[in-house]
């Protein structure tokens, strides 16, 4: 099953009165259950997870572990200095949900930090969706302001990454 197909599933669970929502499909289940802050969806014994709140991500889940409830962890870091919005800054947003990562690997320089220079295919990040690895390129010409988000963060699509001042 593809994400954009549970994300559909989700979007259409959300905005109909259906409590619970159960989908079996080759050996892979997916359990929705509403609640009043959001659909999360909560994994079956020996089974892929799906958790999501507008969004989703597919992990396995051994069957010993206790299943633990979606992660809050998708909201934006919260900036260190607050930065003028009128500053007209061009976002660089998560075109994807996944997990941020600023380098190639664990023992590598961030693509990216505050001051750098970036052309409009520059590679800025990665976010990690499904075991997928997709590298985020900057959108435009100018200078990183301020990174949104701490290394190996859940992000939601559409979430901003990067404040970028355009050349």
């Known amino acids: 099953m593809k994400v954009q197909e549970i994300r559909e599933i989700i979007k259409l669970v959300d905005q109909s009165n259906i409590g619970e929502f159960v989908y079996e499909n080759e050996g892979t289940k997916i359990l929705l259950k509403k609640t009043e802050a959001g659909t999360v969806a909560y994994p079956a014994p ?73 052309t409009a295919d520059k590679i800025v990040c990665i976010v990690e969706a499904m075991k997928l690895f997709n590298e985020i390129e900057a959108e435009v010409n100018g200078e990183i302001v301020e990174v949104l988000v701490k290394e190996g963060q859940l992000v939601e699509y559409g979430q901003p990454l990067f404040l970028v001042k355009p050349e």
């Open 46 to 118: 020996a089974q892929e997870v799906v958790q999501a709140k507008a969004a989703v991500e597919v992990t396995p889940t051994p069957a010993a572990q206790p299943v633990a409830k979606a992660p809050e962890a998708a909201t934006p870091a919260t900036p260190a200095t607050p930065i003028n919005e009128q500053e007209n800054l061009h976002k660089i947003t998560s075109p994807m949900v996944g997990t941020f990562y600023q380098s190639p690997s664990p023992d590598a320089d961030a693509y990216v930090k505050v001051g750098s220079k970036v």
